[in-house]
């Protein structure tokens, strides 16, 4: 099976990250585009470019009709989703196999099994990988979450079968507030997802979140590709990235690409997916999920193994085998991942949308920068906030982390507040360079007056540096920027 144009069905970082590997490849690429990204790095990097539709996505990235009308106006061979938007929706996966368009990516049926937490769970019963204690299948009333909860013990966690993102997730810590947690979580998981269906697990109270990046091919064949720390969150989102994990022994680190890889095999996966686990304390893990996609964090794992995962995931689409086996594999340095997120740390990391006024990427040996905005942009209201990935890499892990520390001085963005400042934080703490912390550091370490000092001093070098340029729009923005450092100060003094 021959690959010769791939339509990318996304936007922004992970759209040109895509088309590079492309163009490695000889192959052509299509974007697709909402009116709002009209301008964007990756629109102009494309051989073609069509735009679908207005800025909010439901009209334009999440309508499967135009993206499926491009792809055969222009005979698009494969479509590749990245993250997010359509990347793990089966409707999607079996419209293309209607459309005798390939999908860089899982089959449906794969899609589904690991999209519903229940069905991921059995799944991964059925191929003996230690579980959190809990419930067996979805909770359907009160009476069975209060025997279950007995079973269990308090405390304990309600998740969403379909969920994810920290949606439709409560923690219980006695049988009295069971009532309200319960209703609250299903409401939200209705809401968020269609699903009302939850299920119950024992809450690890100081788990670590550590992921399994996978390989599987049309013939049989997986691979895992080692693991990555990603316990460093908000809100349920990763923000600090690392591979490998600092605490992994290497016993444990096989066990778990073991059972990583035969739960691919028992699903029938094919491509690039991520098998997620809790560590607890006492370094037992547990399954949590399977993500079939590749993931934002992908980069760190290709820095320490030296492969391609967009490259494997096309050649795998394309019917070929994989061409290395596991033994092939190890693990070559240290690689450190911070998201870049245009929020503001110091108000609960709430989005802060407005213009890249000054936008200059970090250089230098080990470093790599996955983004997809330029200065001058504006960073649109409709999508998710991330600016960039932010990637350093060196022969070990303090290595990476000074590395890191510099790229993050050197990262000169003004306009808005992003989270660079909060990431040098979290990187040079005691707890990340011990590695003695867990998904609870944001909870247990940081507060918004850890910032101040060097927010106060990003705002004013923003009016500075308008203040001597020559725009006639300047002292609108010089306005904007003082406002800014205003508005500031009196949050701060909310904490």
Known sequence: ???????IANRGEIALRIMRTCREMGIQTVA????????????KYAD?????????????YLVIDKIVDVARKTNTDAIHPGYGFLSENPEFARRLERESIILIGPSASAMEVMGSKLAAKETAKNQNIPLVPGSEGAIVDLAEAKNVAREVGFPLLIKASAGGGGKGMRIVEDEASIDEQLNLAMNEARSAFGDASVFIERYVKSPRHIEIQVLADKHGNAVHLFERECSIQRRHQKVVEEAPSSVLTDAIRNEMGKCAINLALGCKYEGAGTVEFLLDENLNFYFLEMNTRLQVEHPVSELITGIDLVRQQILVAAGEALSFKQEDLS?????????????DPQNNFLPDIGTLVTYERPQGPGIRVDDGFEQGMDIPIYYDPMISKLITYAGTRQEAIDRMTRAIDEYKITGVTTTLPFCKFAINHEAFKSGKF???????????????????GDYLAIAAFLADSPSSNNQNLVENSEQKTNTWKSQRRRY
Do not use: W
């Open 1 to 7: 099976m021959n690959i010769k144009k791939v339509l």
């Open 32 to 43: 697709v585009y909402s009116e709002v990204d009209r301008v964007a790095p990756f629109v």
């Open 48 to 60: 073609e470019a069509y735009c679908i539709g207005p800025a909010p996505s439901n009209q334009s």
């Open 331 to 343: 693990i070559q340095g240290h690689a450190l991942e911070v998201r870049v997120y245009a929020e």
């Open 438 to 456: 867990d998904t609870h550091f944001v909870q247990s370490y940081f507060t918004p007056d850890v910032l101040d000092e060097s927010n106060e």
